[in-house]
């Protein structure tokens, strides 16, 4: 059973970092496309960033120029670096990755369990 595992939340005061995990567990051939998304409370859950399988990253605007979205494609782990953090950046943050698994055809989507983060002022 393949499965996306976060780490890396937590609570940090404004202005503070965070490096967020993803790592796949199980067996694939390679990890397609990788996606954050967050979801506060009482909002529904938004895009933070996205890069595809070609490379191409794309960033809400509101997180443009303070998170980095990465990956490492030889052990199938994305990251989400997020610096300059502001309180409403708080936040249940979800990785989503299209796994594409060895003999089978097709993209597999899969979603982490989650991971808190909070920033306090």
């Known amino acids: 059973q393949v499965q996306l595992v976060e780490s890396g939340g937590g609570l940090v005061q404004v202005g503070g970092s965070l490096r967020l995990s993803c790592a796949v567990s199980g067996s694939i051939l390679r990890l397609d496309y990788m996606r954050w998304y967050r979801q506060a409370p009482g909002k529904q859950r938004e895009l933070v960033a996205g890069v595809v399988s070609g490379g191409e990253i794309s960033y809400a605007d509101s997180v443009k120029g303070r998170f980095t979205i990465s990956r490492d494609n030889v052990k199938n782990i994305g990251y989400l670096q997020m610096n300059n953090l502001k309180p409403e950046d708080t936040a249940v943050y979800y990785c989503?990755?299209?796994?594409?698994?060895?003999?089978?055809?097709?993209?597999?989507?899969?979603w982490g369990q989650g991971t808190q983060v909070t920033v306090s002022s």
């Open positions: 989503n990755g299209g796994i594409r698994l060895v003999g089978k055809p097709g993209i597999y989507d899969r």
